[in-house]
């Protein structure tokens, strides 16, 4: 099983995924800024 925190700021929101011991598997940051965003 794995778990997901997401920690939502101002600015950029935060996300991790860690497995069933608690050790981070994988951790993201994303901007939230318009100007930052990549768009396809």
């Known amino acids: 099983m794995f778990y997901l925190g997401i920690d939502q700021h ?3 929101i935060t996300i991790s995924l860690r497995d069933e011991s608690g050790d981070i598997v ?3 940051q994303v901007s939230t800024r318009p100007e930052r965003l ?3």
């Open 10 to 12: 101002a600015h950029q």
């Open 26 to 28: 994988q951790a993201r």
């Open 38 to 40: 990549e768009c396809e």
